[in-house]
C-alpha cells in the first residue's frame, strides 16, 4: 500500500471494513497479503483496468463502476470455470473527487463482494491529474487440470453462447441517446445490460469437464469466437438466425436493422461463448438450467480459420467485423 | 487482457516473450493466468502504482521506470520475507507513447525478470488522457506460518535496518538539481539510489525465523517504524549517531547538515526495517553478511507508543515528522 496519511484514513474508513472476512488480507495493514491455495486446487489470477470515458461512460455512478470492475473481471474467472475467492484494487483518482464517490465505490464493491462471496486483500491508491483509472486483479481457484482454457476446441464441436449477446452495446446506444422511440422497458432492460454485466461463474464453474473451450465475450461474439478458433486451430460458422435474442433486443433490431452487424459484431456482453462436442448437447443445457442462465447452439467448429456469420440464405453476412477471412 | 487489435500487436511484440518461462501464463492468450502454490506454502500478494511526476520524475527512462515498478513491489515481497516468483501488469499510457518507449519498457522489464527469477503471466493495458500509470502485482511464495509480519515485535527488540536509508530522499535533492558542489561521483552515488531501489530479497528470505517483525521504508524510516511499533503496540527509541551513512550521504549531509532531518524522516529507500531480540543479534548479522547487505542496530522497542529519535546529547531531534508524540 502506498501511505501518505490521506490515504490511511481513506483505507482505514472504506477499505479496512471490505477486508474483514479475509485473515490473510492482514487487515490491509502490513506489506503485502497472504493466500493460501488447497493442495488439489490451482490459483486463477486476472486483471482488468478501466478508464473514465473509455471503460464507463462519465458520470456512472461509483458504486456502478465498482461492480463493473469487479465483474469484468469474474467474468474472465467465469470463462476459465473458477470460483472466485478475492481481490486487490489500484485506484488513480483525481483529488477532485470527493469522499461520497469513495463511500459509494466501497458501497459497490461491498455489495457485490457479497453476492460473488469474495474479499478485498490488498491494493494501491494514488491521486491523478488524469481521469479515474480502477483496476482490479482477481483470484479464484480451479481444480487442477480441469481450468477451461480457449484452445481445446475440436472440428464439429457444437458453439454455445449464454444469455443474449449484442445487448450491451444496443445499450450503449440507448445511454447514448439513440433508439428514442423504443419502449421505455426495453430500454431499461438493455442499458442495464451495458452498466452491469452478470458474470457468468455458477455455468462456467458448471462447464467445467463438459466444455472443451470457453472465454467470455468482451470484444464483440465475432471477435472473442475468433480468439477460441485461433488458439483451437480451427475456424466456425454461426448461423445468424440461431442467435438469442430477448424481447427487448428483438425489438430494438426491428427498430434499427442497421445495427443488427454491430450487435453481432461489437458488444461488452460477458456473456460465456463456448464449445462442446455434440454428445454434450444435453449435459449443457443441464448446466445452463443449473445455472439459470440460458444457453443457445449458434454454430460450429470447422476446419479453416476465422468466423463466419451466415445469414437466413446460407451466405456470409457483410460488416460483422474483421474475422470473416475464409 | 483487454483486446482491441492494437493492444494485440503491442501484447505479441513486447510482452509475451516475457511470459515465454511460465506456463501458467497461457502465453498471455487466456481469460486469466494460472498459478501452482506448493502445499506447505503460501502465496504472497502485493501490488503498487506509480503515476508519471508523482512516484518517477517525467523523462525518466521507460527501462529505469518498469525497474522501478518491479522493485518497489519486491521490496514488499522482501519485506514478508518471501521468494518472488510471478507478476501482473496494468499499463495505462497516452497514445503518444511511442513504440520505443514501450521497447524500453519491455527490456527493463526482461533484465528485472533475469535478476530476481520472476515471469510475466498476464495484464492489460489501455490508453489514457492522463499520465502514465504503470501498476504491477507480484506474486512470491512463503513457508506457511512464518511471513514476516509488522505486529510481532516485543519490548526490548532491537531495531535494525538495512542499507543506509535517507540515500534516496537526497538522492532526489539532486536529481533536482540541489547539491550542485557535491563530488560527482557522491550526486551519482546518491541519484542511483532515488532511480533504482534494491530489493532485500534475500536479506528479508534470510531474516525468516530471526526476525520478530518487518517492513520496508517506502514512507521514510521515522513512519515505517511508526508502522511497526502501531501494530506491535509499542514505541521505538532510535538512536541518530547509530543511523548508517555511506561516504556520500555522510557527504551530502555535511554540505547541507539541513537535510538531516529529511534525510531520517523521509525517504524511498526500500531498505528493510525489522527488530529481533538481543539474543539474535549474531544472527542477524550473519543473514545481512550472507546476503551481501549491512545491517545496522539503531535502536530499541520500548513500552509507549511512537518514534523517538535521539540525538547524541540523547534529547529528541526536532523536525523528523510527526511520529515522535511520546
Known sequence: MGERLGE??????????????????LGLADDAALLDVPAHRRLVVTTDTMVESVHYLEGTPADAVARKLLR????DLAAMGAEA???????????????????????GLAADQERYGIGLIGGDSVSTPGPPIVTATLFGEVDRGRALLRGGGREGDTVWVSG???EAVIGLEVARGELPGLAAEHRAAL???????EPRLALGQGLVGIASAALDVSDGLVADLGHLCRASRLGAIVEAARLPRSPALAAALEAAPELEATAIAA???YELVFTAPPSAAEAVRQAGETAGVPVTA?????????????GADGRPLDGVGGWTHF
Open 72 to 75: 469484468v473481471n469474474l467474468s
Open 298 to 310: 449458434i454454430g460450429c467448429l470447422v476446419a479453416g480459420e476465422g468466423v463466419q456469420v451466415r
Open 164 to 166: 443474449r449477446p449484442g
Open 267 to 269: 458488444g461488452d456482453d
Open 85 to 107: 475467492k478475492a481481490y486487490t484494487l489500484s485506484l488513480a483518482l483525481p483529488r477532485t473527487l470527493d469522499t461520497d464517490w469513495l463511500a459509494a465505490f466501497a458501497e
Open 8 to 25: 490511511f484514513e481513506r483505507i482505514d474508513r472504506y477499505f479496512k471494513p471490505l477486508a474483514a472476512r479475509w485473515p490473510g488480507a
Open 191 to 197: 442499458k442495464a445490460r451495458y452498466d452491469l454485466p
